[in-house]
């Protein structure tokens, strides 16, 4: 029963209602108020571009202060899409932190146009309920703030049978776009989508209304998603050790002063009115940037750009002003603990985006570490002095992050760590670093730009750098012209000036139970009604739009790979590199931990090898000098030995490469080191929840106690291995059979003649010996339970799916994207959407690797762990009754018809495409068999397939979680529960 003074409270509160719905919020006019230029044929535009520019960007700037940045790249008829807005989370109300986050959410709501079927009716509801905030955040008393969150949830639950859910979503499913994302940083709010080259017209389309006058609606389910991402951040060590270093180095800025995420006071009490003055400030096309790398025609392009966005009213945004920091005079130490394996984090201040620090700064980084030759690489690393360590570099527009990072080694401590990586740094103040490594570095920056060059995403990334750092593109396009002009004596300066004993923040992440941390409570949700069916007239527009076809391309295995022989019979797979001066070499073997449980052991030596008249140490300084890489991987069935780099210097990396196979030395006080490093980091995955969950319960479940994640060899088998056992296995590597693959600038007869020439192997190959045969276990009504120091929980249902047959590819791969695979998915709309349950969620009928294995299905929900009984119903009920939505199939179909079109597999994609096909049995490209398939399908194929497959089947779920706040009545609801111990699933 409420008592008076509560009863007279509400009633004053419903008063607040009326008069917050009565008097609306008046719009200011800008970004959202345009009328696009319908009538444009021709721009009038200038453009700047920079000289010596390999991306040949195209810089526009529209009347109304928008940036356009355009790059033509024609690998394949898609083009990677920013829509970049200068404001991030530095930009938030220091009252109101998490506001520039939530409305990157929001802006996927939908505006007045879309998203709704009665926008007015719709309106005055979500009126109410930013009226219903505003009181909720002035209100301190809990009685009271729980009535009117009840209020809140039940005008929500009316707004939204107004609204059409998910309409933006669908909608880039329709026209094909992929990678449909957005994320919001300290100085940005970035919106991301890669789209085919015949959608222009129309993501300009949408993406102009969409900006145009975002609404605040769905509200209160998409703030518990992010709850539900806050509480995801408070188990995360690492999220705990970069904003311990962050407060600590920023007192003043807020870079430190507050996060991206926000405080947990101000997620509680959110306020519609700051999120649409946050967006009325800054979502202005004279803060904003369209960025498009890709195949197009610029100069059509940007009339198109016009048209959608010229007439968009630009106004004044003031300048982020700081006060500078106070210089740090006395090292600052923190300590943060948790579950995680411990590492120790040292953060150093320098100037941001333009400085001169900027580039100094990054040149001394890579001297530092460059994952191969660098001080830390080489001194640290490969002298096995700590476990890991490593540094970052990273550039904001106000101030840089310069941060070093150290994992101990059994029995060291983290200070000991802490002094070590100083040690490094004191290298640089004292000039002791070999002058051939500046030439070295800048030989590798040039390398990786070659590479990003191939890449979309990184040139669009480029661009963006750009403006968001305020950045001239001349001045972007000559950075490394620009840093290779740094002289010793520079760095050694810059060193001395910013890197001292104790100007630093030092946090040592310790491993212990986690300490208490408050989270966000889950409020009382009422499920909302998602219409999945509805559609708005805007959307509708949409799909009927017919754009210019463009065919898909498939591969023909015979054409696109030239194929040879080398000597010994070995299979020489061939394809030329037009594009530049870099080359890709592989040796495939089809054999791995399955084939040999030594084989991984020895992988991990291989970066230590030694050769001949050479120590590991200048092997790894005389590729780098190369601009050349060599690794290995070793997985459960196949080993990939790699050499990548500038084509001018293959043959003699190559003639290096086979001399380390053919002669390796390797030393016994090494091995014996890298021993004891692969112990302890084995026990340390026993700290990783997501080594946990996603390997060793998830084996264990499918296969038993023995499995190929448990399938290694033990403590006491390992220290018995000699330095003969390592030796004979990397000799004896290239005797086995296996495949050579070339990607790059030399012909297929000089590549053949050189690999003859190096390449060390026996005139008869020895033939692989068959792989463990692991059973997979008949999925039962089993609950495993694994206890682990967190405060969300999170869970795996799995059961047993038939052997791969390739005709049944096409109805998985819709039946994939219509059920679980993206933001407009069946599983996303209703545990997230509808009933938010959780932040991250989805399902999938997994393929296997090889042809005559099974497919498993998997869907997995990460929640709070008092949300455990509905999360585990809700994503249970969904896997046995699916909903039926026309609309939801038509977008899945239409997504991979479009991404079918558009898609171009090229380059040294193509052999492993090819390799792929080999192991599934297809002797012809199946993603033509799919294209052709899934034309013709129906809502009830799909249906069909969940109710064979899916629907009913023995379910075996995974928890991850604290026994202390798991609700056993729950689990046991869902079958046996068997708790396992650390040492029953990771078999060591």
Not at 395 to 422: A, H, I, M
Not at 446 to 454: A, G, I, N
Request: with cysteine.
């Amino acid at each position: 029963m409420v008592n008076t003074k509560l009863n007279l409270f509400l009633i004053a509160l419903l008063l607040t209602i009326v008069s917050f719905a009565q008097t609306p919020v008046k719009q200011k006019k800008q970004l959202g108020n345009a009328t696009p230029i319908s009538d444009l044929k021709q721009s009038n535009l200038n453009y700047e571009y920079a000289i010596n520019d390999p991306l040949k960007t195209r810089i526009y700037t529209l009347k109304n202060g928008l940036k356009v940045y355009l790059s033509v790249y024609k690998d394949a008829p898609r083009i990677q899409t920013l829509i970049a807005v200068k404001a991030g989370s530095k930009n938030d109300p220091s009252d109101a932190t998490g506001l520039a986050h939530y409305l990157e959410h929001m802006v996927f709501k939908g505006t007045d146009t879309y998203g709704t079927k009665d926008f007015k009716k719709e309106e005055v509801e979500i009126k109410k309920i930013e009226g219903l905030y505003e009181v909720y955040r002035e209100t301190k008393d809990e009685a009271k703030r729980k009535i009117i969150y009840h209020a809140i949830d039940s005008v929500s639950g009316i707004a939204a049978k107004y609204a059409i859910a998910n309409e933006y979503d669908k909608m880039l499913a329709t026209i094909g776009a992929d990678g449909t994302n957005a994320f919001t940083s300290f100085d940005q709010t970035v919106y991301v989508n890669d789209i085919p080259s015949n959608q222009i017209s129309t993501w300009l389309k949408i993406e102009s209304e969409r900006f145009r006058k975002p609404v605040l609606r769905l509200f209160h389910t998409e703030l518990e998603a992010v709850y539900e991402e806050k509480n995801r951040s408070l188990d995360n060590d690492n999220d705990k050790v970069y904003d311990a270093l962050m407060s600590s180095l920023f007192k003043k800025h807020t870079y430190g002063t507050q996060t991206t995420i926000g405080t947990i006071e101000h997620l509680k009490n959110p306020s519609l009115i700051e999120i649409n003055k946050f967006y009325n400030k800054y979502y202005v096309p004279n803060n904003m940037a369209i960025i498009m790398s890709g195949d197009f025609d610029p100069d059509k392009v940007i009339v198109d750009i016009e048209k959608n966005f010229g007439s968009y009213s630009s106004k004044p945004v003031d300048s982020y002003d700081f006060k500078p920091e106070d210089p740090i005079t006395s090292k600052i130490v923190k300590t943060v603990v948790g579950p995680d394996p411990a590492n120790v984090n040292l953060g150093f201040r320098v100037g941001g985006e333009g400085t001169p620090d900027a580039d100094v700064g990054e040149l001394m980084a890579s001297i530092l570490y460059n994952g191969t030759a660098g001080l830390m690489d080489i001194n640290l690393n490969q002298a096995q002095k700590v476990l890991t360590s490593n540094n970052i570099f990273y550039v904001l527009s106000d101030y840089t992050l310069f941060g070093f990072s150290g994992e101990p080694k059994q029995g060291q401590s983290l200070e000991e760590v802490e002094q070590l990586l100083l040690g490094q740094i004191e290298l640089v103040k004292k000039g002791e670093f070999p002058d051939w490594l500046l030439q070295a570095v800048i030989t590798d920056m040039k390398l990786k730009k070659t590479k990003d060059l191939e890449q979309n995403y990184s040139r669009a990334n480029e661009m963006l750098d750009a403006f968001i750092g305020n950045i001239k593109w001349q001045k972007a396009v000559d950075r490394i012209e620009r840093i290779s002009k740094i002289t010793k004596k520079e760095i050694v300066d810059f060193a001395n000036k910013n890197f001292t004993n104790s100007n630093y923040v030092v946090v040592y992440k310790r491993t212990g139970e986690n300490v208490p941390s408050e989270k966000v409570v889950k409020p009382a949700i009422t499920p909302i009604e998602v219409d999945r069916d509805n559609s708005s007239k805007f959307v509708k527009d949409i799909n009927n739009s017919v754009p210019a076809k463009i065919e898909p391309k498939f591969l023909d295995f015979e054409k696109d790979i030239q194929k040879s022989t080398l000597k010994a019979n070995i299979p020489l797979l061939y394809n030329k590199n037009t594009e530049n001066k870099l080359f890709e070499l592989y040796y495939e073997f089809e054999m791995g931990s399955n084939n040999d449980k030594l084989l991984p052991i020895v992988v991990k030596y291989i970066p230590y090898l030694a050769t001949e008249g050479m120590d590991a140490a200048k092997i790894k300084q005389e590729f780098y000098k190369l601009g050349c890489t060599f690794n290995v991987h070793s997985g459960d069935e196949n080993t990939w030995i790699s050499l990548v780099g500038l084509n001018d210097n293959f043959e003699k990396a190559l003639k290096l490469f086979e001399k380390i196979l053919d002669k390796p030395v390797v030393d016994d006080k090494v091995l014996k080191t890298l021993i004891a490093d692969i112990i302890k980091s084995r026990n340390d995955q026993k700290l990783q929840k997501a080594v946990i969950l996603n390997h060793a319960m998830l084996n264990y479940a499918r296969f038993g106690p023995i499995n190929p994640f448990s399938n290694v060899l033990s403590d006491e088998e390992i220290n018995k291995i000699s330095v003969t056992d390592i030796k004979n296995k990397i000799k004896s590597l290239t005797g086995f059979e296996h495949k050579v693959l070339y990607y790059g600038p030399n012909e297929l007869e000089e590549i053949r003649s050189m690999i003859n020439s190096y390449h060390h192997v026996p005139e008869k190959l020895t033939a692989i010996s068959p792989s463990y045969n692991f059973v997979e276990r008949t999925m039962d009504k089993t609950v495993y339970v694994v206890d682990f120091d967190m405060t969300q929980v999170e869970i795996l249902m799995l059961s047993n799916g038939a052997k791969y047959d390739s005709a049944k590819v096409p109805i998985i791969a819709l039946y994939n994207n219509y059920f679980g695979g993206g933001m407009s998915s069946i599983v996303f709309q209703d545990l997230r959407e509808s009933k938010a349950l959780a932040y991250s969620t989805g399902s999938g009928y997994r393929q296997p690797n090889k042809q005559g294995k099974n497919y498993y299905n998997s869907s997995y929900i990460g929640s709070q762990a008092d949300k455990l009984s509905e999360a585990m119903k809700g994503l249970s009920d969904l896997l046995n009754t699916m909903p039926r939505t026309e609309g939801g199939f038509n977008s899945s179909k239409e997504l991979i018809l479009q991404e079918m079109r558009t898609q171009r597999v090229t380059k040294s994609d193509i052999f492993f495409e090819y390799i792929t096909a080999q192991n599934m049995g297809n002797q012809t490209d199946i993603r033509k068999d799919i294209y052709q398939k899934i034309q013709d399908y129906k809502l009830e194929d799909v249906e069909k397939f969940q109710k064979e497959y899916i629907k009913g089947k023995p379910t075996t779920i995974l928890v991850l979680g604290k026994k202390d706040g798991l609700d056993m009545k729950t689990l046991e609801k869902y079958g046996t529960v068997k708790f396992l111990t650390l040492k029953e699933i990771f078999g060591y």
